[in-house]
């Protein structure tokens, strides 16, 4: 069930930012979407590592994953932010 509200959310929050990026007459370059898909899987495998690890009872192991999978994620969502605002 859990899945199913993921992607609701996920979907209704993309859909919420391309309508705004269209009212406010941003334009995305294709490449600043594709390092914005990669940033959002990372994240989003990041969390699944994390709680998955948690529940798994490996707590160092999620530590690790949150280093190694979240710091990217953060990098590529930064220069996502950084592509799309910069003129």
Do not use: C, N
């Not at 989003?44 to 990217?72: C, D, W, Y």
């Amino acid at each position: 069930m859990w899945r199913f509200l993921f992607g609701l959310f996920m979907g209704a929050g993309v859909t919420r930012l391309v309508m705004g990026l269209q009212t406010q007459d941003i334009v995305v370059k294709w490449y600043v979407w594709l390092v914005g898909a990669v940033a959002f899987f990372l994240a989003t495998l990041t969390l699944q590592h994390f709680f998955a690890s948690l529940e798994e009872s490996e707590p160092k192991a999620a530590r690790m994953g949150l280093l190694v999978m979240g710091i990217p994620s953060l990098i590529l969502g930064g220069l996502t932010l950084w592509f799309t605002f910069t003129p």
